[in-house]
């Protein structure tokens, strides 16, 4: 499937880029230092095949915490509610996306959702496998259904940076393995999560993706229900309460989308029944978010009337 470039969006694009100045690539994973800040690009995909773009869309970047919506759709549709939600709570937090201190003051320490570190750190010591290939090779198989392409794989040197440097993440699940949230082996989740946020891909996969989500699970090219439509809605529930982390609030009122950022600059972004949107933009705000890649969105938000609310 070929994305058509268009001039209408690139104007938007070259408008968002302005303040990509005032932003930071992510650089506590080494090798994500190594973007350039400038970038920005857009991919919409809507439910019926067609695609429009602008800027560089064939430039990859890593998923990182959008990995997280997708290793939940994953658990949810194995276990079922009642079980991840066991291990994994369901409200939004106001602090920054990898601290620990709800961990300590909550009762039972549980972490408050699977879109924070700690919550994704429990949801990915779920995904089943008998060894540490099998158990990404069953995530990697539905990320490739779900872009339906089968050449997406995860970046080694994006996923070894992070491994080597990803302290705090480990004191997470030390913290939640004292209190029994944790059953697993740390360093064989911290493989299996490294490996999962390392995830690439470019912002016309995302989009795909995106318009998965936006047709209740089903697939635009395939036909197939790649995830139930309840898990669909979970999923897209947690996208407006928690996928932009603390920034969450005022993206609902910016944009009114569900949306899904990660620290490499990518967001997913979700137009109920129309189309996803991916976005890669690796300056980031000071929550973590992309800076032009929010400002892109609230154009279009306001431009095409896109707020679900
Ligand atoms: O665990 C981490 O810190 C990263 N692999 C993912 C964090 C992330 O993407 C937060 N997003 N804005």
Redesign the pocket.
Known sequence: MVCRHNDELEALVKEAKKVTDEGEVASY?PALAKADKHDLSVAIYYSNNICLSAGDVEKTFTL??ISKVLSLALVLMEYGKDKVFSYVGQEPTGDP??SIIKLETMNPSKPLNPMI?AGALAVTSLIRGKTAKERLDYLLSFIRRLTNNQKITYCREVAES?YST?MI?RALCYYMKQYGIFEDEVEAVMDL??KQ?AIEMNSLDLAKIGSVFALNGRHPETGEQVISKDVARICKTFMVTCGM?NASGEFAIKVGIPAK????GGIMGISPYDFGIGIFGPALDEK??SIAGVKLLEIMSEMYRLSIF
């Not at 950022?261 to 490499?264: E, H, L």
């Open positions: 994973i990182q915490s996306f990898n570190n992070e990803s993440n999560y490294t946020c982390y950022s990660g620290v490499s973590g978010n």
